[in-house]
Every structure is written in structure tokens, then in C-alpha cells.
């Protein structure tokens, strides 16, 4: 433990919503049934059965039931008081203590628009509290929902741009949300955008089989500079990813437990390692996955078959593969 916690490693791909200490949740829920606001939606009991399921450890049998743990959480975080709270709670997470879980983090979060917030005030308040701990050690990534209409589109990435322009830390963005949802062709214009701004672009992508191979290459086409799970891609697909040297973020629980991975000996980071490719051990969602990053990195040291038997080196040299992918290490080129 003592290696891991000393080796030197960036945090990549962390949802913040998907990060937030359950106690928080509790503390917030617990002020939300006092007080409800007036114009939520959602009931107490859709909140206490969301607390409870993650409390209870949440039954994932499928990536689908993943996506059903969000809407309480959201209801949660719907102001700017209690987005802050959230933001800083997930920032002590990774980056406080005597051992912190990372050196950099770069934190992704999708801009919602609620009755008491727009979404750039969305994105200033996780920035406000990034800010505290400085762009040595952070940088938000705006992430898309696969979701998103056209007019909610532009409005985020103009916004994303407009932060960049003023200097804050905003780095990229990225592509999440219903892996089965969305057309990729019409999403293409939002992230050409984004690069010619010097955003660094991440992509969730080929998360499940159902994603078709066609999807897979017209997202690859965008010329991301990293790549979420990437674990269905087909040979093409795969080669595309080696010639680009594409980093890929690799969420080992988040795999397991949403069982688009059976098991760790069959896992494509084994590939990577195997083609000494780029890759970045990341948590994706502590909360559901009950995991850190030094216990992602835990899996990687762990003989099989609970681990992948990764000898120190090699775990070492994962490490530095995250920090080289961080978006803060674009070439200037890009970035201008
Ligand atoms: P947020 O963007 O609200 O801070 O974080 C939670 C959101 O991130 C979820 O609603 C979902 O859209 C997205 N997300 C979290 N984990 C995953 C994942 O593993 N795959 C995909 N495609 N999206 C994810």
C-alpha cells in the first residue's frame, strides 16, 4: 500500500456525481426531506429508495441500472450551495490527507440547468472550488450528455469556451450519459468546436456490444486525445486507437461491477499493457463502485485471480501514463 500511495498518478476520468461521499448524501437528503423546494419533482420516497439502494451497495446486474442511480443524487444537487458542498467533498476525497489518492485530478461533470441555477453556474461553482486547490492539481472536463438536443449543446460549448477564454480551468470535454442513446454524426460539429478552442476531448465509447462498430469509428473520426473504457472495439477500431497512441481510461470495478468486463484475466487492459499503449487506471464512480483510485491501483499489483499480477515496474509505469495523458500536457500547437 505504501508503494501505491507514493507513486505518483493522475485521476482522469471521475464523474462528479457519481464521486460524492455517501455521507454527504445523507446530510443532504436529511435537509431536503425537512424542507423540500418547492418546485422539485422528485418525492422523498424516490430519494430515500435511491439513498437506501446505495447505501445497500446498489444491485447493478447490467450497465442500464447504473443510469437509475442518478436521478436522487440530482435532486440533491440542485443548488449552487449544495453543488459546492459536493464538489468540495470530492476534491478532499481525492486530494486531501497525508497520503492524497492523486497528485492531479481532473474532474468531469455534466452542466444541469435547475430552477435556483443556469449551467454556466453550474460550471462556475465546481471551478469556484477547484480553484482552491489550484491548476497544478486540478482541471474540470465539461461532459456531454448523449442526450443533449442541439440548443443545449451549443449553449454548453459555448460556455466551456467562453471559461477557457477567461483563464479557468477548464481543460476538455467529454461524452457520457446512455451508451445506446444519441446520434454521433450530429454530435460531431460540438467537439470540432471544443478543439479549436484547446480543449482536450475524452470520449466514452464502444462501453457496450450494443454499440455498433460504425458508431465506434465515427467517434474515433473526432480525433479525441483519450478514450472512456473503450471495451468492445473491433479490430479496425483497435488499430486506429495503437496508430494514435489514444490514451484510454480504464475503470476496472466500474467494468466488473456493470459486467460489460466477466473478469480481470479477460480484460482489454490487458492489450494495452501487452502493445505498451497509453492507458489511465481511473475510478469512474467511487460511490456505486465503492472503490478509490488507490484501490483501482490495488487490482493492478493483486495476483490473479482477484488481481491482474502487475509487477511494481510496470505499475509505475502506469502511473506516469496518467500523467502524461492529463489535458493540462496538450502541445501548445493545439492549444493556441
Ligand atoms: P455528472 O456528470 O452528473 O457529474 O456525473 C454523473 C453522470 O455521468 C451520469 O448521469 C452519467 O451520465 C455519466 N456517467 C457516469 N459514469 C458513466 C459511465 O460509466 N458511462 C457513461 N457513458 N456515463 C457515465
Avoid at 443524487?73 to 497525508?98: C, K, M, N, Q, W
Avoid at 467529454?174 to 470520449?203: H, K, Q, V
Wanted: glycine share 6%; net charge negative; hydrophobic share 40%.
Amino acid at each position: 500500500l505504501n508503494f501505491i500511495q507514493k507513486l505518483p498518478k493522475a485521476e482522469l476520468h471521475a464523474h462528479l456525481n457519481g464521486s460524492i461521499p455517501i455521507s454527504l448524501l445523507q446530510e443532504l437528503a436529511q435537509e431536503y426531506i425537512a424542507s423540500p423546494p418547492h418546485t422539485s419533482s422528485i418525492s422523498d420516497d424516490i430519494i430515500q429508495s435511491g439513498l437506501k439502494n446505495l447505501l445497500d451497495g446498489p444491485s447493478i446486474n447490467e450497465i442500464a441500472d447504473f443510469f437509475t442511480l442518478f436521478p436522487a443524487i440530482y435532486a440533491l444537487i440542485s443548488t449552487p450551495s449544495s453543488l459546492a458542498r459536493a464538489t468540495r467533498a470530492v476534491l478532499r476525497l481525492f486530494l486531501d490527507g497525508e497520503y492524497p489518492q492523486c497528485d492531479y485530478l481532473e474532474l468531469r461533470s455534466t452542466p444541469k440547468e435547475t430552477s435556483e441555477m443556469t449551467r454556466e453556474t453550474y460550471l462556475r461553482v465546481v471551478l469556484g472550488e477547484l480553484a482552491y486547490y489550484g491548476k497544478q492539481k486540478t482541471g474540470l472536463i465539461m461532459s456531454l450528455d448523449r442526450k443533449m438536443g442541439p440548443e443545449v449543446l451549443r449553449e454548453c460549448v459555448g460556455i466551456a469556451i467562453k471559461l477557457k477564454s477567461e483563464g479557468e480551468s477548464l481543460v476538455g470535454v467529454d461524452l457520457c450519459g446512455d451508451p445506446t442513446a444519441g446520434d454521433m454524426e450530429a454530435l460531431r460539429t460540438y467537439f470540432d468546436d471544443a478543439r479549436s478552442a484547446g480543449l482536450g476531448i475524452t470520449l466514452h465509447i464502444a462501453e457496450t456490444l450494443q454499440n455498433p462498430p460504425q458508431e465506434t469509428l465515427q467517434l474515433l473520426s473526432y480525433s479525441p486525445d483519450r478514450l472512456g473504457h473503450a471495451t468492445f472495439l473491433d479490430e479496425q477500431a483497435k488499430n486506429l486507437v495503437l496508430k494514435n497512441k489514444t490514451c484510454i481510461e480504464i475503470c476496472l470495478s466500474s467494468n466488473l461491477l456493470c459486467k460489460t468486463v466477466p473478469t480481470l484475466e479477460s480484460h482489454h487492459i490487458r492489450y494495452y499493457l501487452q502493445h505498451n499503449h497509453p492507458i489511465a487506471i481511473c475510478t469512474d464512480d467511487a460511490l456505486p463502485f465503492r472503490t478509490s483510485l488507490p484501490g483501482e491501483y490495488a487490482l493492478m499489483l493483486a495476483q490473479p485471480p482477484l488481481g491482474l499480477g502487475l509487477s511494481e515496474a510496470e505499475v509505475k509505469a502506469v502511473g506516469e501514463m496518467s500523467m502524461q495523458a492529463r489535458f493540462k500536457n496538450l502541445p501548445i500547437a493545439e492549444t493556441a
